[in-house]
């Protein structure tokens, strides 16, 4: 009749492993050991770690405040209107975006000059009027206008 082999596995000591990548660790890893150093240094340079460990110590304190601003009725609109404006944004074409983003500081830009210089005269406000770029202008508000009135 067959015997059984004995089949004894040495114990493993969990901590003992632990501890043995610990102790290799800054070897290993010194470059990045170092690093993270530095990086503690300048959070405690800068005072992020105290306000940190003042959150932590207050998380109850800032957490029912938080809480109580949350069931505000504006806090509840702003939230609101704010996801609605992340989908209108959302919604426009970026190419359109862009061209109005670069527009918009040189319309300002003119529109300081115009403050600072002598108002047109009748014949200039005249052949403002009729420029093309107006009329596109006047065209693109209008449309607007409309599409806001049509939607109340």
Request: no cysteine; net charge neutral.
């Amino acid at each position: 009749m067959a015997r059984p082999i004995p089949l004894e596995l040495p114990k493993r000591d969990p901590r003992e492993e632990l501890r043995l990548r610990l102790e290799q660790a800054p070897i290993e890893h010194a470059e990045a050991v170092l690093a993270g150093f530095e990086v503690l240094q300048g959070l405690h340079d800068q005072g992020v770690l105290e306000v940190l460990r003042g959150v932590l110590g207050g998380s109850d304190k800032i957490l029912a405040i938080l809480v109580n601003a949350a069931k505000e009725p504006e806090a509840i609109r702003g939230l609101r209107n704010l996801i609605i404006l992340s989908k209108i944004a959302g919604s426009i074409d970026p190419e359109l975006l862009g061209k109005f983003a670069r527009a918009l500081p040189e319309a300002l830009d003119g529109a300081v000059k115009a403050q600072r210089a002598e108002p047109p005269s009748l014949w200039e406000t005249f052949r403002i009027l009729g420029s093309r770029n107006l009329r596109r202008g006047v065209a693109a508000a209008n449309s607007l206008l409309e599409a806001v009135a049509r939607n109340f």
